[in-house]
């Protein structure tokens, strides 16, 4: 099945089109094979082409780059998470593993941005925790006890503050973290695509059918060609189940957004004109919400288990009734109508929230399944794992390397049943912060 975006993601549709995209036709060799050209391949290829500037690359998608993903997410570039959805990391050396991994993410991008000179809307403004009931109070009072253990900066507002911050008297209580950066998080995978160095051929909508391994070399099938590689590296992430990749550890998730169009003067003066903010939900299924640099609102409330290789128009459409809803509650003196765009994306999952780094077979590496925080974390190991398929160590490599590692998941149906179970349990739990 060929994977089929929509083409409406307000985030791709802010750039400009891309000139001179190349599809594989035909048989090609290579030193190096990378499947999938999201924060995570784009990296290793990067990396890669740093290392071994004499030697072949080849990086494919069976679409265009870094529109999956890296192209549709939210753009929190995160140094804490409250938790990782179906696992909470109570255990304070396990969220301390975790949040080290995320200082490294952004160390990473930030290396990037800078070398490169990339304008990707950077605003190292923090992020809200945010949430509509002061029952909640609670679990974050927890939160704030691991993040002062951990020598985070933090604070907690009430709704007069959020008022005052946010431009809504929807939010009861929240945590604010200053670590966090917000950026575009189109801008930033363009610029990976752009600054590609000439020993990388770049195919797009080239699909990867299948690959066998010989002794010496890993033979793939595409739909137009073949390509015969001494290495191969997946960075196919929420794909890498449908690839047959590390299969009973990962499954992927659906999540549907809408942008707004910019706020008028009169409409953004009527919510107190706030300097741009994001807001994380406190219960999982609630809401993100994120008020750009420009003035629009970004709601995203919905997560699902559906086909990862393209939501249906009229599902897409079901949906955006839920963030129409989300926008109102939270600005209810705001017009009705102001969803500018809409989109689905897909997200990896692992049962306890912990990622996939590794070498599956000699000569095969594998990084993916960032359980919704890719941006710094699929930027970080996209480059550890060109340098680990390069024999060579690094101290990132090791502070990867000491995290859990993702366990196994229960055979189909359970597995289905079981996360379908799971979700609905979040959605009536998180009614009130849609
Ligand atoms: C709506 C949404 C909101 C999110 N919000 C955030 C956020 O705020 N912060 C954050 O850090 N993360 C967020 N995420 C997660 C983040 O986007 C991902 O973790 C990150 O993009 C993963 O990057 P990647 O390169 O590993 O995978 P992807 O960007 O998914 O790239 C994988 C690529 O592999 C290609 N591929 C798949 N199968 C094949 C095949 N057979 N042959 C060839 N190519 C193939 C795909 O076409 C795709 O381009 C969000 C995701 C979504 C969908």
Known sequence: ???????????????????????????????????????????????LAELHPNQKIILVDSQLAGEGASGRNSGYLVDTTLNDGFSSNKNLNNYKKKSDIYQLGIKSVKNFIEKYQV??????????????????????????????????????LNQYELKKKLGTNFYQIALYTSGGILLHPGKLVRAMIEVLPPNIKLYENSKLLKSVKNKDSISCNFKNGKINSKKIIFCTNAFLRSLNIKKNYNFPITLTASMTRQLTEKEFNSIGSPKEWGVLPVRHLGATVRMTKDRRILIRNTAEVYSPFGMRVSDLKKRVGKHQLGIKKRFPQLPDHLIDSSWSGVVSRTRNGSQIFEKIDSNIFVAGCYNGSGIGVGTLFGEQIAIKASNENTTEIQVIETRNKPTFLPPQPFLDIGVRTRLIYERLRAISEI
Request: hydrophobic residues 35%.
């Open 1 to 47: 099945m060929d994977i089929t975006n929509d083409q409406s993601c307000s985030w791709i549709n802010d750039l400009s089109p891309r000139l001179n995209i190349n599809s594989l036709n035909g048989n090609q060799h290579c030193d190096w094979l990378i499947i999938g050209a999201g924060y995570t391949g784009l990296s290793a290829a990067r990396k």
């Open 119 to 156: 304008d990707c809307d950077w605003n190292e403004a923090g992020k809200y925790f945010a949430s509509s009931k002061t029952t909640d109070k609670k679990t974050l009072n927890n939160f704030a006890d691991t993040l002062s253990k951990l020598d985070f900066e933090f604070k907690i």
